[in-house]
């Protein structure tokens, strides 16, 4: 079986990754790529201690499902914020997204 | 067996989420998206999560993916291609997150994880439904 630290350096790697697009990227659907990687990073490490850690119990795997729906639900409210600010706007750059700026 | 394919994933999943944050052409960086998430599917079956990697094929290949890829279709055009697809800070975030990925990588191996050798029981997706919440009227179903 591979060990559990396998699995928990993939999941930090993908996290970063994310990061980095949610950060760096101009394009809001990029920066919401992003943030999908980063909630990807988060269910392989539950999955994975569920696996090594518990595997009796279901609350790992339970957990990982909250994710992904909370992910969905984050997915169609954020595209559709994009959207509604395209058509009042006509851009998606972040960049130029500052109104609530201080 | 097992770490070869394990590693063959990995390699997958990481390089397309690294396609996904730097191809310029952001329908191509969907389609990366979605080669990343049937690599994190192929994980969970690795760990023995099949109902997991059935949902995620089905919630973010076919849903979320689908969903993108629609928002980019209706914000089509927007970004000038001659503009830099990073912000001006992307060298300070890529420096962040390679510190972040190494200070992550350090911890994870350094902690002595409470490790436990299991079989994964055989009715898990039974369990996986007995655990879920549910109001208490609906409990004898579960019987």
Known sequence: MVPLTWYLVLAAGLFCIGVFGALARK???GVLMGVELM????????VAFWRH???SGMTGQLFAIFVITVAAAEAAVGLALFIAIYRQRRTVNVEEIDTMKG | MQPVIFALLALIT???????????NLLRAALWLILAFFGIAGIFILLNAEFL???QILIYVGAIATLIIFAIMLTHNVMDPTQPRFDEQWGVVGGFAALLFVALAAIVTRVAWPVAAGEVPADAIQRLGAHAPRTPEHKEWFH
């Open chain 1, 39 to 46: 909630l990807n990073a988060v269910n392989i490490n539950l």
């Open chain 2, 14 to 24: 990481l390089g397309a989420a690294i396609m996904v944050v730097t191809t310029r």
């Open chain 2, 53 to 55: 990697a059935v949902a």
């Open chain 1, 27 to 29: 394009n809001a659907v």
């Open chain 1, 53 to 55: 850690t518990a595997v």
